[in-house]
């Protein structure tokens, strides 16, 4: 075994940014996520990097636009209260194809709720929270190890698709000291493809399904930056053939490369007579309490999402070819559940477990209920 | 397969985050296990109900939160009535006797009451050490880090100028139980 460290999740969140070439952090402190910018103001300083305390979340994330535009790579870290603050900003980001990464350490809601426990409750504020139709990228690590190579993974994923990467996480394993490996420099990939070599001003042009190329906008370039819908050159257009085409170069920069963002771990599913979706610490619980069944003699499997935004949809449509039965396990009052419910075949069933007070489920409710869903 | 659940609980400020966070680095940086702790807290950080959970395995832990407990260690009776459950029916349970008086049913758990906040406050002349009087006493009761592992890893982690408390703390948590 090689040796691993420990460290607290937050901190590997912290660590896994600056090796994935982060040199901008803007932040508002707030629990449970506050340890990331608490690291990065004491570490990035002596990189002679960037590190901002700004005066709420709508300014950190508009810190991070600017920062990102001027060609660096730009992270901010918050939960729920002030996620809810950042949307108008990220829907900017969006419209403008920025690259930013944003950490949402979730907790209890709605509002203030609960910033000491956990909660798996803004899956859709992730993928729909700022307004009008956009795509969207969210990563969700559940493991030490995936805390890691997920957190890179995002910024690589910001870079390549010029689009805002969310990085869920939840407070306990945000809070949690546990035992880790950080690999070393070089055995995994850092993407960084910056040009300042473009040969004409349409920097928003491009055939659809391609990926953009990534500019330093203040080269010496004369280039517009608007949130208004725009033509090839950044400048407002409402011309419905160029409406119609710049919505589409933003949805299929996404839909084109699915293969390539969304990621997932499956356990134990060949053979499984039910799959548990899952992901984050519910997906933990959903996997201890899967070795369970199994040694009980139930064909029980797990399907971890890695990438949530995307929906792995896919991969599960091709693993509801054989398995009937679909528990969903997820600590809100039900969200994914309707994007199972959408894309599995009507002779699957469907089961959930759902929760929202603060407590996460013990791996052995997770098997309760398999045994009840099997039976 | 070795496995084993450790629980701490008190009352914020009292130390036992850094009880947890310190046996879990022994246990992975310097014993080759994989280890997890996961505290669990309210919003007043000083003063609320603590708990903090350390599962040490030699194989990858799935679920962070214990569930079936070998020792449990708990110096205030409000997050003893909170966090008792969960333990095993053999569990070693180590109370603090002047802040722990009502224990209800203790099964088949082997309890020993000791003043562990006073002697530390006594014997290792600060309560902040109350976090290394803890590791000790969880070395001695469970033997899951090895003590010589446990005296090499405080030397090294006291800040500058505390070592000598530290050690004087190991001491009074090794002898707070004969």
Same mark, same amino acid.
């Given at each position: 075994?090689?040796?691993?460290?420990?460290?607290?999740?937050?901190?590997?969140?912290?660590?896994?940014?600056?090796?994935?070439?982060?040199?901008?952090?803007?932040?508002?402190?707030?629990?449970?996520?506050?340890?990331?910018?608490?690291?990065?103001?004491?570490?990035?300083?002596?990189?002679? $990097?960037?590190?901002?305390?700004?005066?709420?979340?709508?300014?950190?994330?508009?810190?991070?636009?600017?920062?990102?535009?001027?060609?660096?790579?730009?992270?901010?870290?918050?939960?729920?209260?002030?996620?809810?603050?950042?949307?108008?900003?990220?829907?900017?980001?969006?419209?403008?194809?920025?690259?930013?990464?944003?950490?949402?350490?979730?907790?209890?809601?709605?509002?203030?709720?609960?910033?000491?426990?956990?909660?798996?409750?803004?899956?859709?504020?992730?993928?729909?929270?700022?307004?009008?139709?956009?795509?969207?990228?969210?990563?969700?690590?559940?493991?030490?190890?995936?805390?890691?190579?997920?957190?890179?993974?995002?910024?690589?994923?910001?870079?390549?698709?010029?689009?805002?990467?969310?990085?869920?996480?939840?407070?306990?394993?945000? $809070?949690?000291?546990?035992?880790?490996?950080?690999?070393?420099?070089?055995?995994?990939?850092?993407?960084?493809?910056?040009?300042?070599?473009?040969?004409?001003?349409?920097?928003?042009?491009?055939?659809?399904?391609?990926?953009?190329?990534?500019?330093?906008?203040?080269?010496?370039?004369?280039?517009?930056?608007?949130?208004?819908?725009?033509?090839?050159?950044?400048?407002?257009?409402?011309?419905?053939?160029?409406?119609?085409?710049?919505?589409?170069?933003?949805?299929?920069?996404?839909?084109?490369?699915?293969?390539?963002?969304?990621?997932?771990?499956?356990?134990?599913?060949?053979?499984?007579?039910?799959?548990?979706?899952?992901?984050?610490?519910?997906?933990?619980?959903?996997?201890?309490?899967?070795?369970?069944?199994?040694?009980?003699?139930?064909?029980?499997?797990?399907?971890?999402?890695?990438?949530?935004?995307?929906?792995?949809?896919?991969?599960?449509?091709?693993?509801?070819?054989?398995?009937?039965?679909?528990?969903?396990?997820?600590?809100?009052?039900?969200?994914?559940?309707?994007?199972?419910?959408?894309?599995?075949?009507?002779?699957?069933?469907?089961?959930?477990?759902?929760?929202?007070?603060?407590?996460?489920?013990?791996?052995?409710?997770?098997?309760?209920?398999?045994?009840?869903?099997?039976? | 397969?070795?496995?084993?659940?450790?629980?701490?609980?008190?009352?914020?400020?009292?130390?036992?985050?850094?009880?947890?966070?310190?046996?879990?680095?022994?246990?992975?940086?310097?014993?080759?296990?994989?280890?997890?702790?996961?505290?669990?807290?309210?919003?007043?950080?000083?003063?609320?109900?603590?708990?903090?959970?350390?599962?040490?395995?030699?194989?990858?832990?799935?679920?962070?939160?214990?569930?079936?407990?070998?020792?449990?260690?708990?110096?205030?009776? $409000?997050?003893?009535?909170?966090?008792?459950?969960?333990?095993?029916?053999?569990?070693?349970?180590?109370?603090?006797?002047?802040?722990?008086?009502?224990?209800?049913?203790?099964?088949?758990?082997?309890?020993?009451?000791?003043?562990?906040?006073?002697?530390?406050?006594?014997?290792?002349?600060?309560?902040?050490?109350?976090?290394?009087?803890?590791?000790?006493?969880?070395?001695?009761?469970?033997?899951?880090?090895?003590?010589?592992?446990?005296?090499?890893?405080?030397?090294?982690?006291?800040?500058?100028?505390?070592?000598?408390?530290?050690?004087?703390?190991?001491?009074?948590?090794?002898?707070?139980?004969?």
């Amino acid at each position: 075994m090689s040796q691993r460290k420990v460290l607290q999740g937050n901190i590997i969140i912290a660590k896994a940014a600056l090796a994935a070439g982060c040199d901008f952090f803007a932040g508002y402190p707030i629990t449970p996520s506050s340890e990331i910018a608490q690291y990065m103001s004491k570490e990035m300083p002596k990189m002679e $990097k960037a590190f901002i305390q700004m005066e709420d979340e709508i300014a950190s994330l508009g810190a991070c636009i600017g920062a990102s535009l001027a060609g660096k790579k730009a992270l901010t870290a918050t939960s729920g209260p002030g996620f809810s603050l950042m949307q108008e900003h990220l829907g900017f980001a969006v419209m403008a194809e920025v690259p930013v990464v944003i950490v949402n350490v979730m907790r209890g809601g709605p509002s203030t709720g609960m910033p000491t426990k956990p909660s798996q409750a803004d899956m859709m504020q992730t993928r729909w929270g700022t307004h009008g139709d956009h795509p969207i990228i969210a990563v969700y690590p559940a493991f030490s190890d995936e805390i890691f190579s997920e957190t890179v993974r995002a910024f690589n994923l910001a870079e390549k698709y010029w689009n805002p990467v969310i990085i869920l996480l939840d407070e306990v394993l945000a $809070k949690a000291h546990m035992d880790v490996e950080i690999p070393e420099p070089g055995s995994y990939e850092v993407y960084w493809e910056k040009t300042h070599e473009i040969s004409d001003l349409n920097i928003y042009d491009r055939n659809i399904g391609e990926n953009p190329p990534r500019i330093d906008f203040f080269h010496s370039y004369p280039i517009h930056i608007d949130s208004l819908e725009h033509d090839a050159h950044g400048w407002p257009s409402f011309d419905a053939k160029t409406v119609d085409k710049m919505q589409k170069l933003r949805m299929e920069k996404i839909f084109y490369n699915l293969d390539d963002i969304i990621k997932y771990k499956e356990y134990f599913l060949d053979d499984a007579e039910v799959l548990v979706f899952s992901f984050g610490i519910s997906a933990r619980s959903a996997l201890a309490a899967v070795k369970m069944a199994r040694e009980q003699g139930i064909k029980a499997g797990l399907f971890q999402a890695l990438t949530v935004w995307p929906f792995p949809r896919a991969a599960l449509q091709e693993r509801f070819k054989k398995t009937k039965k679909v528990l969903t396990v997820e600590l809100n009052m039900g969200q994914m559940k309707y994007e199972i419910e959408r894309i599995a075949p009507p002779d699957v069933k469907k089961q959930t477990l759902l929760r929202a007070n603060g407590l996460p489920f013990s791996p052995g409710e997770v098997l309760e209920t398999i045994k009840e869903f099997v039976k | 397969m070795m496995k084993i659940e450790i629980r701490y609980g008190a009352v914020g400020g009292q130390g036992i985050i850094t009880a947890g966070a310190l046996l879990v680095d022994i246990a992975v940086e310097m014993e080759n296990k994989f280890a997890i702790e996961s505290p669990t807290y309210t919003a007043a950080v000083r003063g609320g109900p603590t708990k903090v959970d350390v599962i040490i395995s030699d194989e990858p832990i799935d679920f962070p939160h214990a569930q079936a407990i070998d020792f449990f260690l708990c110096t205030d009776q $409000k997050p003893y009535d909170i966090y008792k459950e969960r333990l095993k029916d053999d569990a070693i349970v180590v109370v603090d006797s002047h802040l722990v008086r009502e224990l209800g049913d203790t099964r088949n758990w082997k309890v020993y009451h000791v003043p562990i906040i006073n002697e530390t406050k006594v014997g290792a002349g600060n309560v902040v050490l109350t976090s290394v009087v803890s590791l000790a006493l969880t070395q001695k009761m469970t033997n899951v880090i090895s003590y010589d592992n446990m005296v090499a890893h405080i030397k090294h982690w006291a800040p500058k100028g505390s070592v000598e408390m530290n050690m004087k703390a190991i001491e009074v948590g090794m002898n707070l139980i004969k």
